[in-house]
């Protein structure tokens, strides 16, 4: 029917397909509604079981810790945080590349997003999930942590609106809403594609409800569009500000190594790196298993791949500025904490991070290795582990060599402290693949604008 | 009479063949002078508005409303708070310590604007609204995966069920249905 319209069009998009194998509408359709329509495979019962079992272990371990009390964990002083900070703001900065594809990347017309930012999206969602736990649970007395909201109350207080751990709760909590609402708005028209093409009546009940009686019009198209762009507008300073407000935790404080005015950008562009770094890896074994290659095509790959060396190479630029900084500063305190961190107690943890940080990702400089599934899929789950690092470094080296030398100690986390960290991955795949099980994986609707089929000729 | 009509009020559906025949479909059945009728595609078609004759949507000025009344009700929170009710000197800071206030502010302000974005929308657009005649058409289940409609009402001053009928067909139209609508007013 289109391939005369379609042939005359192609030679107007100079572009790589950003859907390979002669994509038509219905096909975008039956290719992704198939993965939650059809029989359950097998290797995602095996997956669920496993990271549903570590989820459990991550609440059963929670519940202990309420009971007994923070003193399961490693932490004493000095170093009075551990392993609930750093998972914090790991899962926090897994979030924002989800938010950076949905949103920056659609300002920036980068129309190859739309494969890849449905779950993304989904990701970031469930990363902030597993993020806002800890916090909650590391206060101690969570009976009592409906103290963080201004809530007028018989003690006549109210939180500290100048501290950052309470920016924390108004960015997080709005950054997980936005998404949320990004998110949804985004699967309106899908939910009423699996409306319009379910079997069983429970499927047209559910879908039906939650598509809310989309039809398709362009009456309300136009709202539609102009909402999701101001979503996207309004998400963007917020991949910004979040983790830039996450990372005044601790430079606002005094502490050598924390205090200083670097770690907003740091923070941030660590953010990015962390999440595409997840990206790739969901992106990689999605693809595969639900042969979704045409969608995911090495060219979003590749992409992906490039974001990761670029920020790669600001993080490493982080890392040499601060020790630069801290000789030309002539504080000897400031040297002291940075050769400490390359040398001391925990020089081990530190040069994990350098390596997997931003030698490893050199790799991406190679062609090959960028399109190189194995290759990627490595890099990336060492990008995590370097990222995780990264934040044990900041929080753990810069409490355990404080101020003054009487006060040096160090920090053995426990069992528990692993068991969190164990169970949140647990959390994150089991929410991930209940997602992928349920929901449509790619954003139909905005895939279907990218093929050559959607394109009208010159009327615009 | 005109009660009557809305009573009996009925939907003509054509279908068609891609994004570019429901375009130019548009743009002819908006230059005969049709108002109440509406395009249905799986996706956003660009240029349809213009073709439709349709104005920009208001939903930016909502969304800018209620970004002030958040940036706004932040800074009372935190000002009352802390300036009012409990005064504490915190870290050497004035009481009134703005930049301070700045990213709980900047937070209320987005959070806001999010709910008034969506809200609005829904809201605008009359959904959630599970029941609607268009949903009768069993070749209308298509729209959410592969086909392009258009649907005139017949509360339109231009309707007549054969005159639109030939039109909707001279415009590459086909697979012509009615639909009743049953008693209510759509199409905005």
Redesign the interface.
Known sequence: ??QS?SDNLRHHSAETALVSGKP???GI?SDISAIAESKTPRAWYIAITITGSLALLFFGLIVHLILTGLGVWGISIPVGWGFAIINFVFWVGIGHAGTLISAILFLLRQRWRTSINRFAEAMTLFAIMCAGIFPAIHVGRIWVIYWMF?LPNQM???P?????L??DV??V??YF??SL??W??GLI?DL??F???AKTKLRRIVF??FS????????????????YL??AG?ST??VL?VHS?VS?DFSVSQLPGWHTTIFPPYFVVGAIFSGFAMVVTLAVILRKIFKLENYITLFHLEKMNKIMLVTSLMVGYAYAIEFFIAWYSGNQYELFTFLNRASGHYAWAYWIMVSCNVLIPQLFWSKKIRTSIPAMLVISLLVNVGMWFERFVIVVTSLSRDFLPSSWGDYTPTVFDFGLLVGSFGLFFTLFLLFIRFFPVIA???V??VIP?????G?? | MAADKRKNGLIMLARFENPAALLRAARMLHEAGYEKYDCHSPFPIHGLNRAMGLSRSRLGYLVGLFALVGFSGAVLLQWWTHSVDYPTIISGKPYFAYPAYLPVTFALAVLLSAFAAVFGMLIINGLPRFNHPLFDSEQFRRVTDNAFFISVESTDPQFDIEKTKLLLESIGGGNIEILTEMGREHGR
């Open positions: 029917m289109n319209v038509t509408f219905g359709t201004p006549g207080v109210w500290n609106f100048r501290s950052p309470l920016w108004f960015a909590g709005t809403t936005c609402l990004f949804y708005v028209p009423a594609t409306r319009d093409r039906g409800i809310l009686g989309w039809r398709g019009g362009n009456r309300h198209w136009r709202h539609y569009e102009l909402a101001i979503l309004i300073p917020l500000s407000v005044t139909m609707s905005e279907k604008t089929d959607a394109e009208v000729q009327e615009h």
